[in-house]
């Protein structure tokens, strides 16, 4: 469709990470191993926190709620990853790609306020232990989750409609795996400083807010421990926070440097390299960290693989009975 010289955009293309055949199988196996095991290890943590009475306690219930998340925007991104690899015509419609930017956009800005809505409960817990029952009660778990979808989804409005009220001519060739803010910038033939301007305040404010919340958190929680006399104590009170801090590091490390820059400083190839981790690889892991240094989810796992033994065993036994 021609609008005056350009010739306005119904679709793009994502190119993806190679043309070598031989390389796009490799990666389609690799990406369908990590979509795999992200569906697994996030789907067994919610069913694992909802169906263990021990884990019904507001520090699970963000843990899944984190999970959930997770699940999302692999699903998200990953499927359509995996047409790229696969599919001749690597298209995408410009309404789909619109989504996509949309629901990544919601979930990964999801992410970030549930991290500081974690470290809020870590700091009750351990700063006041007597207060944690009354204070985070299941009524404001749920508001604190509600809260972070609906600031999430005002920020992804915001963005996408900024992005995508921008003309795009010419061009319609997306040098990525997925609908992600940096290349579709690129794309643009309008001025973008306006767009670039309100995406850099929207992700500025966004970490700054978030991250001072779980900085001034763990500062309290941090004088905390130190007054704690045992070294049995301690350690306690730190193992509780140790999965989050790495999770946090991981998630802001990566999706700062990511977010935190003019479209002028983007480097396509590295930019794909560190999408992967943070879109794909960190909510694959996840469920590990929070389930490795972790005590009450090792002792559920624990209980629940002895219960599906002792089925097994009942079962063919059963069957053998039954037999004779």
């Given amino acids: 469709m021609a609008e005056g010289n350009h010739t306005v955009v119904t679709e793009f293309i994502l190119l993806g990470f190679t043309d070598n055949v031989k390389l796009q199988v490799l990666l389609f196996m690799v990406f ?7 569906l697994v290890g996030n789907l067994g943590m919610i069913v694992l926190i909802w169906t263990d009475s021990k884990l019904h306690t507001p520090m699970y219930f963000f843990i899944s709620s984190l999970s959930f998340l997770d699940v999302s925007y692999s699903t998200i ?3 359509s990853t995996l047409m790229t690899f696969v599919a001749k015509r690597k298209n995408i419609s410009y309404t789909a790609c619109t989504a996509q930017l949309f629901l990544f956009c919601i ?35 749920l508001l604190l989750v509600c809260g972070s979808y609906f600031m999430s989804c005002m920020n992804a409005t915001i963005q996408t409609f900024f992005i995508f009220h921008l003309s795009f001519c010419n061009s319609n060739i997306i040098n990525h795996f997925f609908c992600d803010v940096p290349p579709i910038l690129k794309l643009s033939c309008s001025d973008t400083y306006i767009t670039d301007l309100v995406h ?7 970490v700054i ?14 004088f905390t421990i130190h007054k704690i006399k045992s070294t049995k104590g301690r350690h306690k009170a730190f193992s509780t926070c140790a999965s989050h801090l790495t999770a946090v590091t991981m998630f802001y490390g990566t999706g700062s440097f990511m977010y935190l820059r003019p479209s002028s400083k983007y480097s396509v190839e590295h930019d794909k390299i560190i999408s992967v981790f943070y879109s794909l690889a960190i909510p694959m892991l996840n469920p590990v960290i929070y389930s ?10 624990r209980k629940d693989s002895s219960k599906t033994i002792l089925l097994s065993i009942c079962t063919t036994e059963i069957q053998e009975s039954t037999q004779d």
């Fill in 200 to 206: 850099f305040t929207c992700a500025t404010v966004l």
């Fill in 107 to 141: 979930a990964v800005t999801g992410e970030c306020y549930l991290l500081a809505v974690m470290a809020y409960d870590r700091f009750i817990a351990i700063c006041n232990p007597l207060l944690y029952p009354v204070i985070m009660s299941k009524r404001f778990c």
């Fill in 209 to 222: 807010s978030t991250m001072l919340l779980i900085l001034i958190s763990y500062i309290c929680i941090g």
């Fill in 77 to 79: 991104i990953i499927p």
């Fill in 292 to 301: 490795l240094r972790n005590k009450e989810v090792k002792e559920a796992l």
């Fill in 32 to 38: 369908l191993l990590i979509y795999l095991l992200t």
